[in-house]
């Protein structure tokens, strides 16, 4: 079956450290999404890619950064730049930036201490 | 720009009960709407969706209808159970853009 897998689903790192969030997605989709989503809260676009090699910030972007080298995989770094990083990291697709549906992984559960 | 506007909740029910979670946009053109439902520790799931005006999205029970002439795009389902206790987005997609999302609306359903 086709869709995002993310991993690992919990992660916990010490502060000042760099943590790598992995999404590899088998869809064959051209954009990719990273959304930070805290305890109650909606989702907050952290950066988009429409293609391969190519990708944006979205409206959080600080203390993060991402790299998009192969399609099918989108990692996201959280830095130690990133002020409160633990939160819970959403990873999605779609065929096209637009009126496609995004396709969501399950999430990585970060927590900072 | 385009914004979702839905209601927060929480939303408490009993099995059986009649839902709605209200949903308005606001948008330049005709934007693609979306319901996306979330259970606790897991990523969001499309549940549903519509493509233009007067378009009725359906699934599992849940329906939305796409009202151009209300903005709206209300999730109703006729008698809700504890298995659909979850979050739900309302959520709009428009060409070239990134998707807009609601804040969610928490809902409760008790046996």
């Known amino acids: 079956d086709g869709g995002i897998t993310q991993s690992p689903k919990y992660l916990f790192r010490k502060e000042g450290q760099n943590v790598t969030l992995s999404c590899e997605q088998n869809l064959n989709h051209d954009a990719m999404y990273w959304y930070r989503q805290d305890p109650g809260q909606g989702l907050r676009l952290i950066y988009y890619?429409?293609?391969?090699?190519?990708?944006q910030k979205g409206d959080i972007a600080e203390g993060y950064s991402v790299s998009r080298e192969k399609k099918e995989s989108f990692p996201l770094t959280v830095t130690s730049a990133q002020k409160n990083p633990t939160a819970f990291y959403l990873c999605a697709s779609s065929a096209d930036r637009g009126r496609s549906p995004l396709h969501f992984g399950n999430g990585t559960r970060l927590t900072v201490t | 720009g385009n914004s979702v506007t839905q209601m927060e909740g929480p939303v408490t029910l009993s099995e059986e009960a009649f839902l709605t979670i209200n949903c308005t946009y606001t948008?330049?053109?005709?934007?693609?709407l979306f319901w996306y439902v979330q259970y606790p520790g897991e990523g969001l799931q499309l549940l549903l969706k519509a493509t233009k005006a007067d378009d009725k999205g359906s699934n599992k029970g849940f329906e939305a209808t796409y009202r151009k002439e209300t903005t709206s795009f209300h999730l109703e389902k006729g008698s809700v159970q504890v298995s659909d206790s979850a979050v739900y987005f309302c959520a709009l997609g428009a060409d070239g853009q990134n998707f807009v999302f609601g804040p969610g609306t928490r809902l409760s359903v008790l046996p």
């Open positions: 948008a330049t053109g005709y934007p693609s």
């Open positions: 890619s429409q293609i391969v090699n190519d990708f």
